[in-house]
């Protein structure tokens, strides 16, 4: 493989003009150029990208940490976010903290050596806002807010209106005795959706019920099984997610009720399983695109130290499938 010395020598210019061709830092003659660049066709040299990184003081890579690569929407939001950071030059480079705040503050710690751009960061950790303060890259925090948060800004979905959605789609449907699952309320994504469906409940003078679980389908399936034992009653259900509300629909299955004829069922994200699962499941729809959209926006305008809205909160709608039918 050539080097810069052998590109120079081949095309008869100093290292330092193949350098500046290379890397677009400078203003360099026509026809130098143009031999720059046959002289690299020719060869196949391809850049240090490393290098050109730590002298550049970027990589063009912007970083995505989750918290778990198994759920969809995790997956799902790394996709909606690729295009907009292509359009922008960048790629992105995904990191699994697998619910470790160990691991989270070695990819900050990664990325950092890398010369990155930015990171894009969704936490279940309390150390999160530890862990990035300080931090010399422009952090947007997606569907959670930290303590101590040393981000550049915020990007999430109206949880609260949510969670009133969910529920006022259940009652419309003359469930009366709701149960919520709700997810876990150190995350203020769990605490809004709680609130917003026991707000309304209120409301409608229906008494709250709830049971605790997490957002992956084993914790969802556990819990449901609390649900039907505790209240078997029920008539509706608010699920914490998508996930949980596929694996409460088993278990419903399970204790031999029918969704929706006996329990109604919603879930949250409107991730893409659960309008391809029969029964297709209602859900509260995040608009993953444009929040990913918007995170790396925000990332691109610290950048070039362009003004950017701190705290964004995308509204979120009711999608109507078989569970409520």
Known sequence: MANIREIAKLSGVSPSTVSRVINGTARVDEAKKKRVLEAIEKTGYEPNELARALFKQSSSI???????????????????????????????????????????RKSVDLLRRMKADGIILITNSDETGDIIKGCDMPVVVVDRHVKNGGELAQVEADHYEGGRLAAQCLIDKGCRHIVCMRGPQAFASGRLRYRGYEDICREKGIEPRFVDTKFDYESGEESARELMERFPEVDGIVAANDIVALSTYRVIREWGKKVPEDIGLVGFDDVRISKLVTPAITTIHQPMTEMGRCAIEIICSSIRGEPYRKDNVFGVDLIERDTTA
Not at 63 to 90: C, K, R, S
């Open 62 to 104: 912007i970083g995505l940490i989750v918290p778990d690569i198994v759920n969809p929407f995790f997956g799902e939001f790394a996709g909606a976010i690729e295009e907009t950071a292509h359009e922008n030059g960048y790629t992105i480079l995904l990191c699994n903290s697998n619910n470790d705040a160990d691991k989270e």
